[in-house]
């Protein structure tokens, strides 16, 4: 399962878990996360863990959406 870090507040990280559903975790229940994060859970809900991969991916798709959109 794939989740993404949506924003961290205080001591609190949002997730999400779709575009529709969020939650919220207490920071030091999570592994070091920062905005933006693609997190993985293993099957058996036992481990969570930045996915580093999928983060770049995913930071570089957006990019490329922002620079369709925002014109220098």
Do not use: G
Not at 3 to 32: A, F, G, H, S
Not at 44 to 49: L, M, R
């Amino acid at each position: 399962m794939e989740i993404i870090v949506d924003r961290i507040e205080n001591n609190l990280v949002v997730i999400e878990l779709d575009k529709e559903k969020v939650m919220t975790y207490k920071i030091d229940k999570l592994p070091t996360v920062k905005e933006e994060d693609v997190l993985e859970i293993n099957s058996d809900a036992k481990e969570v863990f930045v996915n580093k991969k999928k983060t770049k991916e995913r930071k570089k798709k957006i990019k490329k959406l922002m620079d369709k959109v925002f014109v220098d």
